[in-house]
């Protein structure tokens, strides 16, 4: 009997864990903000937006933010770290009325990437999605879009990777190439020997 085994994706997993999709959305006038406060000892908190719009993004040029990615949703290089000096909350607008939810924790996942908690470069946003009942909240990512600060991080990190294997290529094979020397001489050494030993047993009949 054949078993039918179906794919599901990333998406419909978290769905299916109970996340609900908040971007994008199809409720006209409901706006949602993710807010992260940073405590500090001796002054007010610092209050950033992780979610920008690609015209207040510095990775892109003029072309890029008004016209290529308009419309879009783009996530900041950030380290959502859980501390007692971060706070994160979620906040849902519609006109004058807002609700507020605190989060537990921030992930970032995508299609081709396991879960983690930080972006190292803007990343496009695909979705963002919110989970109720456990305080969660998940940017969904799009692996296809990298700034060119990424590219040009990802191209420095092949090619030391490619030296790196070239390197133990070539260890190796000095390593290799050393094990059959010192096996030839090795070798040579009991030949000499042995046509030594034969050589004095002639001169001994002698």
């Known amino acids: 009997m054949n078993t039918i085994v179906e794919n599901k994706s990333k998406l419909d997993e978290l769905v299916q864990e109970g996340y609900k999709i908040i971007y994008p959305n199809s ?6 903000e993710v ?8 002054s007010d908190p ?10 207040n993004c510095k990775c892109f040029n003029f072309y890029e933010k008004l016209f290529k990615y308009k419309g879009f949703l783009f996530l900041i290089p950030y380290y959502f770290v859980n501390t007692s000096t971060r706070e994160y909350s979620l906040r849902f607008d519609n006109g004058e009325a807002s609700k507020e939810f605190n989060l537990e924790w ?5 299609d081709n990437n396991e879960q983690r908690n930080y972006t190292d470069f803007y990343e496009k946003i695909n979705y963002v999605l919110y989970n109720p009942k456990k305080d969660r909240l998940v940017f969904y990512i799009d692996d296809k879009f990298k700034t060119s600060a990424a ?8 090619k030391k990777q490619n030296l790196e294997s070239k390197l133990e290529e070539d260890l190796q094979s000095l390593f290799d190439w050393y094990s059959s020397s010192k096996l030839f001489y090795r070798m040579n050494d009991k030949c000499y020997w042995k ?3 034969l050589t004095q047993s002639c001169l001994n009949c002698v």
């Open 27 to 32: 409720i006209d006038g409901l706006d949602f």
């Open 106 to 110: 921030i992930h970032i996942v995508s």
């Open 151 to 158: 590219k040009l991080a990802e191209t420095k990190k092949n």
């Open 35 to 42: 807010i992260i406060k940073e405590k500090h000892q001796f």
């Open 195 to 197: 046509q030594y030993k």
């Open 46 to 55: 610092t209050i950033l937006t992780p979610i920008k719009e690609s015209r």
